[in-house]
């Protein structure tokens, strides 16, 4: 017994440096991303970290079973290199059974992050999905970039050269009015909102027209404010309505079978039912790693007898690669029907769980 809390007080830390680090380089990777999207465009600082804490659950969702192989890694590693794990087989205890009570431990993670990945997870994804919509109803600059036409508007097709940001200015602007098709140029703009419109002010300007009987009119201005209004009520349902990762097992299960119902007269499925397969067994599949990785981190450390960082994540490095592949590749496979749902997201699982049992065999031979 004092010899299995042994071996479980050597994962503590190494597990708590590798969910540091990894989540550190999964952080940087997002932050990143988000450059583009928040970062530097005027948005208050206190909104950007509240925005990085929301990224926070899926980015733990990964890290967090990959950790427990890092602390595996390094945690036997260590016993190895120091020849404790010499000293325990020469008194006639097999080395492998020192990992009964990680095991144990990964079990409960597992079951932890089946929990997490059903609440917390889908809790602050629809949080971040609605804090992004408000920055878009409050600053609609932020979602327009330059040469790339706009179609957000209702009734209007936008363009523009250049865009500022943070003052929310745009210049050498295009505005097309769909009903109308008359075309509106101007040197620069920027947007009014309030809670039911959006104002574009747009100054030094021209406006180009047919009018009847095929005529050509063209007018100059200095000031001109075309008035957008905004559907608050779609707005509602957009903040409302939860997507595929915004939703528990169970609620998933519902849209599935709801999905299920439809399809029944043409026995095709569609691709939103796929999408939502995968999701569903991504919920599961994950967390379940935790357990594997633990099955994996131990012979596989036993063998290499060394110990130090090196190990704790050279080691784990190649199967942290292979699975993130399988499993990105594995989720726009499943999401398109290419492969079923349920292969695409246990493959990695499966195949890691084959390779565990090997070591495992290979190592209990040696011992």
Not at 23 to 44: C, E, R
Not at 226 to 249: C, H, T, V, W
Not at 290 to 316: E, M, N
Request: positive net charge.
């Amino acid at each position: 017994m004092i010899l299995n809390l042994y071996v479980v007080k050597e994962h503590i830390a190494p597990f708590f440096i590798g969910l540091l680090a990894l989540t550190s380089i999964l952080l940087m990777n997002q932050i990143f991303l988000l450059i583009w999207d928040v970062i530097g465009k005027g948005v208050p600082f206190l909104t950007v970290l509240y925005i990085l804490l929301l990224y926070m659950p899926s980015i733990f969702a990964l890290t967090i079973p990959m950790s427990v192989m890092v602390a595996s890694c390094m945690a036997f590693g260590r016993l190895s290199s120091d020849f404790e794990i010499t000293a325990i087989r020469s008194s006639g205890i097999n080395p492998l059974k020192l990992n009964t009570f990680p095991l144990i431990m990964g079990i409960g993670l597992a079951l932890f992050m089946i929990w997490f990945n059903n609440h917390t997870l889908p809790e602050s994804n629809h949080k971040l999905k609605n804090i992004m919509l408000e920055l878009a109803q409050k600053k609609p600059s932020l979602q327009i970039k330059p040469f790339v036409t706009f179609t957000d508007f209702e009734g209007y097709y936008l363009n523009v050269g250049a865009v500022n940001y943070k003052s929310g200015q745009i210049e050498r602007v295009r505005l097309l009015e769909k009903s109308t098709e008359r075309e509106i140029f101007a040197q620069n703009g920027k947007f009014i909102t309030d809670s039911n419109k959006v104002i574009l002010v747009l100054n030094n300007g021209e406006i180009h027209e047919l009018i009847k009987d095929k005529r050509y009119r063209k007018i100059s201005f200095k000031e001109q404010r075309i008035y957008i209004p905004m559907d608050n009520e779609e707005i509602r349902i957009q903040k409302d309505f939860r997507g595929e990762r915004e939703l528990s097992a169970k609620a998933l299960k519902k849209d599935i079978n709801r999905e299920l119902q439809k399809s029944k007269p043409t026995k095709i499925k569609s691709g939103k039912i796929y999408s939502m397969l995968v999701e569903y067994h991504k919920k599961y599949s994950i967390p379940a790693a935790s357990f594997i990785f633990i099955l994996l981190g131990c012979p596989l450390a036993i063998r290499v007898k060394k110990r130090g960082i090196g190990v704790g994540f050279g080691l784990p490095l190649l199967f942290f690669i292979f699975y993130y592949v399988c499993l990105v590749g594995g989720e726009s496979l499943g999401d398109r029907g290419v492969v079923q749902p349920w292969i695409a997201m246990w493959f990695a699982n499966a195949a890691l769980l084959i390779i565990a049992i090997f070591a495992t065999f290979r190592a209990n031979k040696l011992s």
